[in-house]
């Protein structure tokens, strides 16, 4: 299982193809299968989100 936490904002053809290249980079580098790579993408808002000790909202 391949994890992707992004902020919101990608069109649905940029996850589509997103996921498309991390399953063939799995299959590629790992030797899976293409029905054994499972991706989720999971948006969190920028304020729920910090980096350097601030909130990527206010960045």
Do not use: H, Y
Request: proline share 5%; aromatic share 6%.
């Amino acid at each position: 299982m391949i994890t992707v936490d992004m902020f919101p904002g990608r069109t649905a053809e940029q996850k589509r193809a997103l996921v498309r290249e991390l399953t063939e980079a799995m299959v590629r580098t790992c030797d899976a299968k293409p029905e054994g790579v499972w991706v989720v993408l999971r948006e969190v808002e920028p304020e729920n989100w910090a980096i350097g000790g601030t909130l990527a909202s206010e960045r």
